[in-house]
């Protein structure tokens, strides 16, 4: 805003080198800018790393007026805020963590016309008061970061983001951006619906993170697992994330017993350790964080060099979200899994017995499928994640676990011709319990009021067990054969590569069964 010129143009790119000291833009960063200096909406869906902070910041020094950013977590606000300072931009942030006098403050120079950039929550951003406040001044924009938290979608649902659309009628004129590093379809739609931005231009870019390495294990014994998993990177940091406070400490415990520098960090614990923590964490080349994933929203450490999971996460977006923090600066950095049935019970039990309306329950537990379809498959991991956010991967990544050590398969040309059949002889209309129904020729209730009982395909999958069929099915879900339907109660659906299948022109490879989940399955304790 400071350099806005009633006369002449400002050039971003001027800006990029002046004020930032980058050379050039990246990616589509350039297109972003004109389009939102132009005055005009945007969507923008860049994977973590990929500089979405520029999109909004030199837009908002370009144009006439302060730039409204509205910022989910008050310590995300607070680093961004001073990172501006530092480059002598004249940011504040506006929010309950100030004194009344620094409040004051902030208002003041806001009202002087003294601020590029303002930051604000999204309680702030609906009220009344606050639109008062702005209601007479120059507005460059109003960028909403972190824009899938208005999506029940997204993995971090935040009710006060349904009221930003508010900001549509209020301040029309005043271009708008929202930004995510979310990718899935139905959050992309959400954006787009809840926050009124369907003139928006759509900016996406690839989700790809080639220097980030992929490893899902069994778990075994998960302690030693992570053990040789750190002992690959040496004077090098990174998370530990697990599930439970209780388990954030012993881990963290254990860890240093082992002589690994290791610190607990979960919203359990006293505010002060916990910032001293984070701190340390941030300055030090040699730390090993334990987590709950409280940790990590908005923090910017560059050289993240690795994140373990010792438990799995609820979805495929938290998964992307939590790995996405390695690697930012764009060295190789290796993100790590340990899962076992035990996380898939104990995940399903978190859903059941939580306390959403069903309508919610029903698409956590279709997330929580589409995360185990990436554990099962036996194809690269990495296509697999991009599957997931809807963009095509030619495989063969030759950085991923699976990639680098083929797993065992079978063919499953038959099984996968079955399958299909019996989804498209179906109508299309079935999740998967009913549809394996159909194949065992399960007689019940629901296959007989559909008349199932009656085609060629009911009992055509007797030769497989259930649980086989159940794994068949995740499994070509994560080849992208077939997609549910999550708007349709899970129905699932061909996709147009099915049809090769049908034709004999393509094989279809399933993972085996590993050797533990059969020990797990036969009752045995590991
Ligand atoms: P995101 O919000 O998309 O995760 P950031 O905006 O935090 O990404 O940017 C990630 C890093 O890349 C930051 O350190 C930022 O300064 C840097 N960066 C952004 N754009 C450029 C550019 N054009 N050239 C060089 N570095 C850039
Ligand atoms: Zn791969």
Same mark, same amino acid.
């Given at each position: 805003a400071r350099l806005f010129e009633p006369q002449g143009i400002v050039n971003p790119l001027d800006i990029l080198k002046?004020?930032?000291? +980058?050379s050039a833009f990246r990616g589509q960063q350039q297109a972003v800018i004109e389009q939102v200096v132009a005055g005009g909406d945007a969507v923008v869906l860049f994977p973590?790393?990929?500089?979405? $902070?520029l999109c909004f910041q030199i837009p908002a020094l370009c144009r006439k007026g302060v730039g409204i950013v509205v910022s989910p977590l008050i310590a995300l606000m607070r680093d961004q805020v001073e990172a501006l300072k530092q480059l002598g931009i004249r940011a504040a942030g506006l929010n309950s963590s100030l004194t009344r006098d620094e409040a004051i403050a902030v208002r003041r120079a806001l009202a002087a016309d003294e601020l590029d950039l303002l930051y604000v929550t999204p309680e702030r951003a609906v009220t009344d008061g606050f639109a008062e406040m702005i209601g007479d001044m120059d507005i460059a924009l109003f960028a909403i970061d972190e824009? &899938?938290?208005? $999506?029940?979608?997204?993995?971090d649902f935040r009710p006060? +983001? @349904? *009221? %930003?659309?508010?900001l549509a009628s209020r301040f029309p004129g005043v271009p708008r951006i929202a930004l995510t590093a979310t990718a899935d379809h139905h959050t992309r739609d959400d954006i787009i619906e809840r926050l009124a931005l369907g003139g928006a231009r759509v900016f996406t870019s690839s989700f /790809? @993170?080639?220097n980030i390495a992929y490893e899902i294990v069994e778990r075994d014994q998960p302690r030693q697992q992570l053990l040789r998993f750190l002992s690959?990177?040496?004077?090098s940091s990174g998370i530990v994330y697990c599930l439970s406070r209780a388990k954030v400490e012993d881990t963290a415990e254990w860890l240093s017993e082992q002589g690994i520098r290791a610190l607990p960090y979960h919203a359990g614990m006293d505010r002060a350790l916990r910032d001293r923590h984070q701190d340390a964490f941030l300055k030090e080349e040699n730390l090993c964080l334990v987590a709950t994933?409280?940790?990590?929203?908005?923090? /910017?450490?560059? /050289?993240?060099?690795f994140v373990a999971h010792l438990d799995l996460p609820g979805s495929v977006e938290a998964y992307y979200q939590e790995t996405g923090r390695a690697g930012r600066d764009g060295l190789p950095s290796e993100v790590w899994m340990a899962y076992g049935m035990a996380d898939v019970i104990q995940r399903r039990r978190m859903i059941d017995e939580g306390g959403a309306p069903d309508e919610i329950k029903r698409i956590e537990r279709s997330k929580l499928n589409s995360l185990l379809a990436i554990c099962e498959t036996a194809g690269c991991r990495r296509q697999a994640i991009l599957a997931h956010f809807g963009e095509a991967h030619s495989g063969r990544? $030759? &950085?991923c676990d699976t990639c680098l050590k083929p797993v065992e398969t079978w063919d499953g040309t038959e099984a996968a011709i079955k399958a299909l059949a019996a989804v498209y002889r179906t *109508?299309? @209309?079935?999740?998967t319990g009913h549809v394996i129904d159909v194949l065992m020729g399960t007689v019940n209730e629901k296959t007989e009021r559909f008349g &199932?009982?009656?085609?060629?395909?009911?009992?055509?999958?007797? /030769? %497989?067990p259930a649980r086989t069929w159940q794994s068949v099915f995740r499994q070509l879900l994560a080849t992208g054969l077939i997609t549910v339907d999550h708007a349709a109660f899970g129905a699932m659906k061909l996709e147009p590569e099915a049809r090769a299948v049908f034709k004999r022109e393509r094989q279809v490879f399933f993972r085996k069964d590993r050797p533990s989940s059969g020990k797990a399955a036969r009752g045995q304790k590991s």
């Open positions: 002046r004020i930032y000291g +980058y973590t790393g990929a500089g979405k $902070s824009a &899938h938290c208005v $999506s029940q979608w997204g993995h006060e +983001y @349904r *009221g %930003l659309d508010c /790809d @993170r080639p690959r990177f040496k004077d994933v409280a940790f990590g929203m908005g923090i /910017d450490k560059p /050289d993240v060099r990544c $030759s &950085h *109508g299309e @209309r079935f999740g &199932h009982v009656d085609m060629p395909v009911f009992g055509a999958g007797k /030769d %497989l």
